[in-house]
């Protein structure tokens, strides 16, 4: 059993930045793939970005990709999640998940998941 717990979430003015973190109980946290979802008010829960067991491969969605940055510290179980360049639309609850040794970030195929940190972003 993996207890995956979240924090970093907050108010932003548009533009700037936050960092979320996610710490994970347990032991073969490096065997572990490490993803990144959020859900907005109404809408479906999505796949932001991922990091690999192996090699720690990055992932990313396109709406993303040049302003957030997901990395892991294997020593302290550790997950992060660099936003820059924030923007209203990336308001949403934002959940860590992890899926045993594989590098799918399938929104139906994670195992364990945290309870989530709200980020709100003003314009």
């Known amino acids: 059993q993996v207890q995956l717990v979240e924090s970093g979430g907050g108010l932003v003015q548009a533009g700037g930045s936050l960092r979320l973190s996610c710490v994970a109980s347990?032991?073969?946290?490096?065997?572990?793939?490490m993803g990144w979802f959020r859900q907005a008010p109404g809408k479906e829960r999505e796949f932001v970005a991922g990091i690999g067991w192996s090699v720690g491969t990055t992932y990313g969605t396109d709406s993303v990709k040049g302003r957030f940055t997901i990395s892991r510290d294997n020593a302290k179980n550790t997950v992060y999640l660099q936003m820059n360049s924030l923007k209203p639309e990336d308001t949403a609850v934002y959940y860590c998940?992890?899926?045993?040794?594989?590098?799918?970030?399938?929104?139906?195929?994670?195992?364990?998941w945290g309870k989530g940190t709200l980020v709100t972003v003003s314009s």
């Open positions: 347990g032991r073969t946290f490096s065997r572990y793939a």
């Open positions: 998940a992890a899926t045993y040794g594989s590098n799918s970030f399938d929104l139906y195929g994670m195992d364990y």
